[in-house]
C-alpha cells in the first residue's frame, strides 16, 4: 500500500477516513465541501503551477516555489481548523525530499484568514513519521 500526504492528514483527523481512502473507497465527488476546495485551488496563486505530482513519492504537492534561493513545498487550505493535520502531511512531503537529499522548506496557505505559515523539516520529525506510517499500515 503507498502511503501519501493526504493519507498522512487523513489518519490523523479521523482514521476510518484514511482506511477508506487507501481502498479507494472516496467520499461524494460532488460534496460542497470538495466543491469549495477545488475553486479555492483554482483561483487561488494563478501564478503558481498547482498541482504537481511527484511519481518517484506518489505525492501531489499543491504547488512548488523557490523564495530567496529555497526550494518551499506549499499546501493551500480553506481554513486553520485541521491545521495539525495539514501540518503533518507537509512534514511528510518534506520527509520525502529529505530522503532524497533534497534540502526543502514548507509553507501552508490558507485562503480564507489569509495566513501563511513556514514549516520546517526537523530531524525529530522522522520518528513521528515513521510512526505514523507503521501505525497507518498496520491498521485493519
Known sequence: M????????????????????SRQMSANQNDSFLEIGRLINKTTFRHEKKKIYLAEFAAEIDFITL??????????????????????????????????????KGVIKITKEKISMTIEFQEGDVVLIKEKIVNFAGAK
Open 2 to 21: 503507498k502511503i501519501t500526504g493526504s493519507l498522512i492528514q487523513a489518519y490523523t483527523i479521523f482514521s476510518r477516513q484514511a482506511w477508506l481512502m
Open 67 to 104: 523564495k530567496n534561493g529555497c526550494l518551499f513545498a506549499a499546501e493551500i487550505k480553506k481554513s486553520s481548523r485541521t491545521m495539525a493535520s495539514s501540518i503533518k502531511q507537509l512534514k511528510y512531503y518534506l520527509y520525502l525530499f529529505s530522503k532524497k537529499g533534497i534540502k526543502c
